[in-house]
Nanobody, 121 residues
Framework: QVQLVESGGGLVQPGGSLRLSCAAS???????????MSWYRQAPGKERELVAN???????NYADSVKGRFTISRDTAKNTVYLQMNSLKPEDTAVYYC????????????WGQGTQVTVSS
C-alpha cells in the first residue's frame, strides 16, 4: 500500500503564498519516480478538480484557474511532491489532495487525506 501525507495547508490572506508538500511512502519496491503525481482540490459543495500534475518525465499541466500562480514540482530523492501557491485568492479555498497514479499491468491510484487551505482576510 502507498501512503501519501500532505502538509503545509493553513489560513492565508488574499495575495499570500503557501507551499504544500506531499510525502509518499509505500511497500518495499515502491518507486516514486514511476508515478504521475497530482494535486486536486475540493471546495464545499463542489466536485473535486485537478489543480496540477507532473509526469514521470517532469512535464507539468495546470488548471486554467491557477496558471501563472501555482507551480508543481517533485523531489525524487525525497519522494515528495510540492505545490507552490502564490497570489492566492479566496476562490482557492478548498481541501487539497495529493494523488499518485501509475499504470503497469493494472492501474494504481492512491490519495492522501487532504490538507485545508483557506484564503481569507
Amino acid at each position: 500500500q502507498v501512503q501519501l501525507v500532505e502538509s503545509g495547508g493553513g489560513l492565508v490572506q488574499p495575495g499570500g503564498s503557501l507551499r504544500l508538500s506531499c510525502a509518499a511512502s509505500g511497500f518495499p519496491g515502491f518507486t516514486f519516480r514511476l508515478y504521475r503525481m497530482s494535486w486536486y482540490r475540493q471546495a464545499p459543495g463542489k466536485e473535486r478538480e485537478l489543480v496540477a500534475n507532473i509526469s514521470i518525465t517532469g512535464n507539468t499541466n495546470y488548471a486554467d484557474s491557477v496558471k501563472g500562480r501555482f507551480t508543481i514540482s517533485r523531489d525524487t530523492a525525497k519522494n515528495t511532491v510540492y505545490l507552490q501557491m502564490n497570489s492566492l485568492k479566496p476562490e482557492d479555498t478548498a481541501v487539497y489532495y495529493c494523488n499518485a497514479f501509475r499504470v503497469y499491468i493494472r492501474s494504481y491510484n492512491y490519495w492522501g487525506q487532504g490538507t485545508q487551505v483557506t484564503v481569507s482576510s
